[in-house]
């Protein structure tokens, strides 16, 4: 079966100076396309690390990783750039939003790398904003926003470009519970209509609302079940 | 991402660190206007130089003699000597031996003091004949010049320049007036207009033109011997030619051979070579000055845009997740550099031509901004911005986006 995602024995080895570390060691999965998968595991069990190279901001030191077939490795840096730009969108736990730009204009700055035109992108910000309950905030800049509505912001802008996948690294970890569940019925939505998303949490509650879990311990895959076989 | 996303893009970082980039635009401000101005006060000095020479006349030739050597063996250096002779300057005015030579005006100069009624200034009284005014390119503002007659007979007769006569003269026309000469009552019979060479302290303005006989009864000198003989070539083109017969006719007339000349001849274009060659080391030393304040504003530039690389590493990843290619990136640090350096060189500039209208009334001293000068800055400045800029550009745009994310 071939899906969205699939590595192969991908290890990630961090070199500082002498210092060697090992924050994957050989991880297998596929991802089916219109999956819900929640990877869970303690803090520093390599879950960014995973993340990083699925959103191929990083590349595996061994082992390989096609995303829709095609092998991330073998790409430069501008056809990452643009593999990230078309099919994937990001949720950070720190918003990463720029500061100086209002709502809209963050939305947008994906579009812009795509090349779209000037007032399509406006249009096409102001809905994925509408989408999120923002239709009334479009102007402001982050510093006039709450932390549940710049991370719904950045939802925004992650689904802007109609990517096929959402990655999202513990986008709930600086928020409260109302603003945890906003973001988590988003994320519902988004996968109802159809997208990939891998959630990144290690929380349980947020695991529960995916389609399967993935639980990582010291860089390996220690369970992959579908959700409700967990206890 | 276009060209014009991507300076929008510059424009808005340049505008949200306000106050930084104002201090960086002030590295090249300084740099560019004060090239312009050290520029404009070395073109201006010439211009004015250029302006004096050429209103002695126009296809002038000035012949000076040579330096005489005293007793003890001391040369006086040029115009020392008294080897030029009324005969010299009748020779140069005879056509069949020099036919380029259209009118030759022989004077002679000393400082007197002029006196009228209770008033008294002194000056230089030069002694000429009647073609020194069209040799000489002067106007009469009223009445007349002196005739062959009154040279002939030395009439008391004077004309004044346009200071000499309103210093002897408050109010008033001083024509027909008395002007007592080295106790020599004299008539003036005229006034000279303006020399229009602008500044100050020249004493074109500043003389009194008696005939040349009257100048010798006046000093008591007997000898023929002139200060200098003025000649006006017939054409431009004839300069070259007139310069080569006076020369010969000099050297015959003299009996001297050519290494021994006992007399110079210098032409208008020669006095504005010399006079520029001290103007020029000066305005190459300040514009060199200049030009390394302006190296220093660009390094300033560098300086924040490495500042603003390290300071903006976050924003450079996020920007490289969300798909922006190394070359956007990049090229927003370039936009926002030249950015910068144009802003400061426009500023520059304008602060350079606003200069140049308020120094001359501060220090008496012309300064023209010449075009190709101003262009010229304002594209130092943006070479400045961009060729300082690539460096932090381009370590901008080799960060990996998981770095720079990762970074707080
Ligand atoms: N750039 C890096 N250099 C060295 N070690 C790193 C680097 N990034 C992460 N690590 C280490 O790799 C391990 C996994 O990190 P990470 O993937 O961020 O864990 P998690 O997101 O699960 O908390 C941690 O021990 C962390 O210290
Ligand atoms: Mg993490």
């Known amino acids: ?231 | 991402m276009n060209w014009f996303e991507t300076f929008r893009a510059g424009a808005e970082a340049v505008r949200a660190h306000r106050l930084r980039s104002v201090l960086t635009m002030l590295g090249i401000v300084i740099g560019i206007s004060s090239v312009i101005l050290t520029v404009g006060l070395g073109q201006g000095a010439q211009d004015q130089v250029r302006q004096q020479i050429s209103a002695l006349g126009s296809n002038l030739l000035i012949v000076s003699p040579g330096s005489s050597t005293d007793s003890s063996g001391l040369r006086g250096g040029f115009g020392s000597a008294s080897t030029l002779t009324l005969q010299d300057a009748t020779a140069i005015g005879d056509d069949s031996v020099v036919p380029d030579a259209a009118r030759v005006a022989p004077t002679t100069s000393t400082s007197t003091a002029l006196a009228a009624g209770e008033t008294n200034w002194t000056s230089s009284v030069v002694g000429t004949t009647t073609s020194w005014l069209d040799v000489r390119a002067r106007d009469l503002s009223a009445g007349r010049f002196f005739t062959e007659a009154e040279v002939e007979q030395a009439a008391d007769v004077v004309v004044l320049g346009p200071d000499t006569a309103s210093e002897l003269f408050e109010r008033g026309s001083p024509v027909g007036q008395t002007v007592t000469v080295d106790s020599t009552p004299m008539t003036v019979i005229g006034v000279l207009e303006s020399s229009g060479a602008s500044s100050s302290g020249t004493s074109e303005d500043d003389q009194a033109v008696v005939p040349i006989s009257t100048a010798k009864r006046l000093t008591g000198t007997a000898t023929s011997s002139v200060s200098t003989i003025y000649v006006e070539a017939a054409s431009a083109d004839a300069l070259t030619a007139a310069y080569q017969e006076i020369n010969a006719l000099l050297l015959t007339l003299h009996g001297v051979g050519a290494d021994e000349a006992d007399f110079s001849i210098s032409t208008q274009d020669s006095l504005v070579e010399t006079a520029n060659s001290t103007n020029e080391t000066l305005t190459v030393l300040l514009g060199g000055i200049a030009a390394i304040s302006l190296l220093v504003g660009g390094i300033g530039v560098m300086n924040i845009m490495l500042v603003s690389v390290t300071e903006r590493v976050r924003e450079i990843g996020l920007r490289k997740a969300l798909g922006a290619t190394p070359r956007v990136i990049r090229r927003q640090f370039l936009v926002e550099a030249s950015l910068l350096g144009f802003t400061g060189g426009l500023v520059g500039v304008l602060v350079g031509v606003v200069g140049a209208q308020v120094l001359p009334g501060l220090i008496d001293q012309p300064v023209s901004i010449s075009l190709v000068a101003t262009l010229g800055a304002i594209g130092t400045a943006l070479a400045l911005g961009i060729g300082f800029g690539v460096y932090p550009a381009s370590r901008a745009a080799r960060l990996t986006p998981i770095d720079a994310l990762r970074s707080e």
């Open chain 1, 1 to 231: 079966m071939s899906g969205i995602i699939e590595l192969e024995g991908v290890r990630k080895t961090y070199r500082s100076g002498s210092i060697e570390f090992e924050a994957l060691r050989g991880i297998d999965t596929t991802i089916a396309e219109g999956e819900y998968v929640a990877v869970i595991g303690p803090s520093g069990s390599g879950k960014s690390t995973l993340m990083n190279i699925l959103g191929c901001l990083d590349t595996p030191s061994e082992g390989r990783y096609l995303l829709a077939g095609e092998d991330v490795s073998q790409m430069g840096e501008a056809q990452l750039a643009e593999v990230r730009n078309r099919r994937i969108g990001f949720v950070f736990q720190q918003f990463n939003l720029l500061a100086m730009l209002p709502a809209w204009r963050n939305v947008e700055l994906p579009l812009v790398y795509a090349g779209v035109p000037r007032a399509e992108r406006r249009e096409r910000a102001v809905a994925a904003l509408g989408r999120v309950g923002l239709a009334d905030r479009i102007d402001n800049r982050p510093g006039e926003l709450s932390g549940g509505q710049q991370q719904r912001v950045a939802v925004a802008r992650a689904l802007v470009t109609e990517p096929a996948m959402i990655l999202a690294d513990e986008p709930t970890g600086n928020l409260d519970s109302q603003s945890t569940t906003d973001v988590l019925a988003l994320l519902d939505e988004l996968h109802a209509a159809g997208r990939t998303i891998v959630l990144i949490t290690h929380e349980h509650e947020v695991a529960a609302r995916a389609s399967r879990n993935l639980v990582i311990r010291d860089g390996a895959i220690t369970s992959d079940e579908p959700v409700g076989a967990l206890a």
